[in-house]
């Protein structure tokens, strides 16, 4: 997986949560960005009251940066490759 400094400040705080965040949290935010991630862009924004407030934070800045335009579409095909490293790490550590 790549380092968050390769990320712009707005994903880089939101794949900190990956690390930072309690398990359950962390799947809860994992699964929104590989929603975002996805070709479809299916975010689902029902988990979004979900996560703890913190969570909540980075993942709004991060939804507002996505919506703005913020990944472009090799960003997008970035955040994917990276999102299916992570749930293959999650995966295989269970």
């Keep these: 997986m790549r380092s968050k400094t390769d990320w712009p400040p707005e994903a880089a705080g939101v794949l900190g949560l990956l690390e930072s965040q309690p398990p359950e949290a962390a799947m809860l935010v994992g699964c929104f960005l590989a929603a975002v991630a996805h ?8 988990m979004f009251d979900k996560l703890p407030s913190a969570a909540r934070m980075a993942v709004g ?34």
């Design 39 to 46: 070709p479809d862009h299916a975010a689902e924004l029902a």
């Design 61 to 94: 800045r991060f939804f507002s940066f996505f919506l703005a335009g913020g990944l472009d579409d090799a960003g997008r095909e970035k955040l994917h490759s990276h999102m299916q490293a992570w749930f293959v790490c999650q995966r295989r550590f269970r």
